[in-house]
């Protein structure tokens, strides 16, 4: 088991490098020329200024966006490897339990499952909080009176939530072309030709299947289960900033509800974190259908 399981990371962590070194070519272009239709424009944003404010001018606003694209796709990568690094370890160890106790193995993928969508979830929460510290602290040195202004942050960060989404694209594709063109030869070739059984370990396109499932299934996923995350949480901040300042809320209900969907998504974690420990069966049970529906339940 440990030699399948460490063939399949080695080749895991090649793909994953090579992938997202040319992802990470391609979204820094990208940065510049979001930079650049920014910077031509002078207060993109149409922000209505007071009198004594000093208007924000397109370069430092094309700062601002393009160090907001850059920063979650980051992130985003982050959460795509942490999603892999976790589900490459814990299939060897799943698999090993499950020659003994189906209830160990059952909890020991549970776990792996949890440990990958808790940092992807802090990962998220982190993020856009440190851009809006980020943004909140620029834009005063700037000497914009944020606090009148505060639905603009949010409106800034929208460039967070692109670039996790083109990270997320990418790591999606390359990973799902790459897993299916392994299973449809291993098929193929190993099957129908040589005769092998499904999933074979000495067919060498099973090896690079399960390859593809770790860095399209899990790092993929991951990835795109962070852009998903982020993208609700900042729309959901715009919706609270505009609405508060239409009610012409004062400047603490204004962050109430721009904050809101964050500490929502903090209460993942705790409530995730107690879910876990009520997933156990007994080893005579083995329909995991019959179990996630207990669970559920």
Known sequence: MNEVSMTILEGSEGFFSQQYGTIFKYASLFALCISILYGVRENPLNLPYHHGEVPVSGFKFAILIGFSFAFGSICSALSGFAGMWVSVRTNVRVAQAAKTSYNTALQLAFAGGYFGAA???????????????????????????????????????????FGASFVAMFAQLGGGIYTKAADVGADLVGKLEEGLPEDDERNPAVIADLVGDNVGDCAGQAADLFESITAEVISAMILGATLAKTAHLDTSHSVSFMFFPLALHSLDLLSSTIGLYFVKTTDSESNPYLILRIIGT
Do not use: D
């Open 119 to 161: 940092i992807n979830i802090a990962l998220a929460i982190f993020g856009v909080s440190i851009l809006f510290v980020v943004f909140f602290t620029y834009l005063t040195s700037c000497g914009v009176s944020v606090l009148y202004h505060l639905e603009m942050i949010p409106l800034l960060m929208v460039g967070f939530g």
